[in-house]
């Protein structure tokens, strides 16, 4: 079942990260919200302007909370690959850029 951005929540992020407890609920609120305007702002379009929202705005929030969630210091470990999000993030997002 498709889940569109706009009806992400705390559950399908916790499913995601397959977190079974609530003691985090408050963290995951504030990054699912950030992720969301990330995302808007990233494409540059508001979700309730856009006809048709694609799966990868869904991917690209959950694998934004994802990277947030496992990386909550300011250094980047030399075995953390930083590119490796940027990438995920604009071959999920670049490609509707230039189409809204």
Do not use: C
Request: net charge negative.
């Amino acid at each position: 079942m498709e889940v569109k951005i706009t009806e992400l929540d705390i559950s399908h992020v916790k499913q995601y990260l397959r977190i079974e407890h609530d003691e985090d609920n408050h963290l995951l609120l504030t990054m699912l919200s950030a992720s969301k305007n990330y995302v808007q702002n990233y494409i540059g379009a508001d979700f309730n302007e856009l006809q048709n929202i694609p799966a990868e705005f869904t991917m690209a929030a959950l694998n934004l909370i994802s990277h947030w969630y496992e990386n909550r210091a300011i250094h980047i470990d030399k075995d953390t690959k930083a590119s490796e999000l940027a990438y995920v993030f604009s071959g999920l997002l670049d490609m509707h850029r230039a189409n809204l």
